[in-house]
């Protein structure tokens, strides 16, 4: 990013009375969580179906076995890197005013941030569809 863009976009935030944030995928993979697009991404490795509900009840062990890999080896080694720092002393230093995100990794609440909206969920919170 050249500099002038990037004082422009300090100022931006600097002067803004509400400032969120959107954030997607690419902010999770310096953490080590490999986005689901792309030539390295998850859906190369896995067919997008394992994860849907139909799946799950028809081929609940194959899915697990795929739910396990995703969501616990490289979700569960996976911690907040700078990008969510940034956002989190953003947050502390009332200057952002929340973070929308794609992600359902939880590594914008572990670096500090307490007003996410998660679009997709959150993978530490699960709820059996048995019982709730």
């Known amino acids: 990013m050249d500099k002038e863009k990037l004082k422009l976009a300090v100022d931006i935030v600097k002067n803004s009375n509400h400032t969120n944030a959107f954030t997607g995928a690419g902010i999770s993979v310096e953490s080590g969580i490999p986005a689901f697009r ?31 890999e995703i969501f616990y080896d490289f979700f569960g080694k996976a911690r907040p890197n700078a990008g969510h720092s940034a956002l989190a002393k953003l947050e502390q230093a009332g200057k952002l005013q929340g973070i929308i995100t794609q992600n359902i990794d939880n590594l914008h609440q ?23």
Do not use: M, Q, T
């Open 38 to 68: 792309g030539k390295e991404g998850l859906w190369s490795r896995y067919d997008p179906r394992c994860l849907d509900i139909d799946y799950l009840y028809h081929e609940p062990d194959k899915a697990w076995a795929v739910i396990k």
């Open 110 to 132: 572990e670096a500090g941030n307490s007003n996410v909206i998660e679009f997709h969920g959150n993978s530490k919170r699960l709820v059996c569809l048995g019982c709730g």
